[in-house]
């Protein structure tokens, strides 16, 4: 899982140390999103309180994570989450998502109520108003967004493979390379894509009434291999 952004801070020639940096504060991060205590995040790292404290500064430094992409991903877990659970006040979706301040968790619900995604009702109760929705931009933060949403059904995939107990649950992935022109290889990826949103829009809505039905991500990719000088292999 390290193998990918191992050869990124390849390219990028990333000095060891600003990886290495990289790495404690991300990691920091991610503990204190699953709402750990300093000392109980000390005694999982095997750090001293001092030297998590010193995280913790350094991460309020740095302010957010790639602040406004991770505003958009705000919006897709409280989207996520009312068609999760059904209509919910603001207090009982603040419960459900800790991990979003609730000055922000307002301010994202008033963008979305704006947007037409939610609807909030006369008692205040929020709703999804919308079948489908899509976050896909072309501006950096929404593909960071994306980036971070492929990301997270891989690591899906990858725990449910070789770290869940649970092996009844579905996880699958393949990978196929093979030759093909530019113009073909176009063409497959929007006939499987098309495919693939009809045969999801039309599970979704038939899970509306299945008690049994779960929540799923499919993640699918094409691409071309790279064949510039940063991923060609150096010889002698």
Request: glycine letters at 6%; proline letters at 4%; aromatic letters at 6%.
């Amino acid at each position: 899982m390290l193998e990918p952004p191992l050869v990124l801070a390849r390219i990028l020639a990333l000095p060891v140390d600003d990886l290495q940096q990289l790495v404690s504060i991300g990691y920091f991060r991610e503990l204190r999103f699953r709402g750990m205590s300093l000392r109980l995040i000390a005694s999982r790292l095997k750090k001293s309180l001092r030297t998590v404290a010193t995280l913790s500064r350094m991460q309020a430094e740095r302010g957010p994570l790639l602040g406004t992409s991770r505003r958009i991903g705000w919006r897709r877990r409280i989207v996520q989450s009312l068609a999760d659970d059904g209509p919910e006040t603001i207090d009982e979706l603040a419960a459900e998502l800790p991990e979003v301040g609730g000055g922000d968790l307002r301010a994202e619900v008033e963008e979305l109520v704006a947007q037409g995604i939610l609807a909030r009702g006369e008692d205040g109760v929020l709703s999804v108003d919308t079948a489908h929705f899509s976050l896909v931009r072309d501006d950096l933060e929404h593909r960071l967004d994306s980036l971070r949403h492929f990301l997270a059904a891989v690591t899906h995939v990858v725990y449910r493979r070789f770290f869940s107990a649970d092996r009844s649950a579905e996880a699958f992935a393949r990978v196929m390379t093979f030759q093909v022109s530019r113009a073909e290889l176009q063409a497959i990826r929007e006939a499987t894509y098309a495919a693939l949103e009809l045969a999801v829009h039309e599970a979704d809505a038939r899970a509306a009434t299945d008690v049994d039905a779960v929540q799923a991500s499919v993640a699918m990719c094409f691409a071309e291999m790279p064949t510039d000088p940063a991923w060609r292999p150096r010889r002698g």
